[in-house]
């Protein structure tokens, strides 16, 4: 099976500008995840969907940060105005639905996002 | 709210030999999964192993197993014979149940590096 895309790889910007990442999940999978992984920790969970419907935004910083999954498969994630502590690898993952506990996340490669 | 920590930044081992990586978590929960995901340059998340709270029997996948002590919310992560290819940084991930919403929180990581 294919695996989650995601694009861009890389994208430098400058700070106060803005920038948009996109996620195909795994096909027939219900919840994706967005995570934001600063250099040297751990991912941190931004926001995830079932479907096209938001499960826990409760770590987006809404005031920059928007996601959305309209037609619940595709989901595009974008930052404006961007900050230098923006500056991170975006990751997307899927998953079959929310309580298929036994069913893994399947990661994207990551979008490397450097803000000058 | 659940936490996980690695207090080990980077761990290296010899070619062939044995490397153990330390876990710990904090939870009220009874009921739960733990996970260990290595991510090489590629940054791609690669799912290496997974424990069910609810049994016993520690988890092996071919040369990676895990220890898993529940009273002391330890999950530590045993690569034996060691390969160039396991050189990656190794994320511990603890995922709750239920309303929770299926989601994972990560660890720190832990860098490994192997010595030829």
């Known amino acids: 099976e294919a695996g989650v895309a995601q694009s861009p790889r890389y994208k430098i910007i400058e700070k106060r500008q803005s920038v948009a990442f996109w996620c195909n999940p795994i096909s027939g999978h219900a919840t994706l995840y967005w995570y934001q992984q600063i250099l040297g920790q751990g991912p941190k969970l931004l926001i995830q969907f079932q479907n096209n419907g938001v499960v826990d935004d409760s770590q987006l910083p809404k005031d920059r940060f928007s996601a959305e999954r309209l037609k619940g498969v595709d989901s595009t994630l974008k930052i404006q105005p961007a900050k230098l502590e923006d500056s991170a690898v975006y990751l997307c993952a899927s998953s079959l639905d929310l309580f298929s506990y036994n069913s893994p996340l399947h990661f994207g490669n990551g979008t490397r996002l450097t803000v000058t | 709210a659940q936490t996980v920590t690695q207090s080990q930044p980077e761990m290296s081992v010899q070619e062939a030999e044995t490397v153990t990586l330390s876990c710990t978590y904090d939870t009220s929960e009874s009921d739960y999964y733990l996970f260990w995901y290595k991510q090489p340059p590629s940054r791609q998340m690669i799912l290496v192993i997974r424990?069910?709270?609810?049994?016993?029997q520690n988890a092996t996948e071919n040369r990676f197993s895990v220890n898993f002590q529940k009273a002391a919310k330890s999950f530590s992560l045993k690569i034996s014979d060691s390969q160039l290819g396991d050189a990656a940084m190794y994320f511990c991930?603890?995922?709750?149940?239920?309303?929770?919403?299926?989601?994972?929180?990560f660890g720190g990581g832990t860098r490994v590096l192997v010595k030829p």
């Open positions: 424990q069910e709270a609810y049994k016993q």
């Open positions: 991930a603890y995922r709750a149940l239920g309303a929770a919403g299926n989601k994972l929180t």
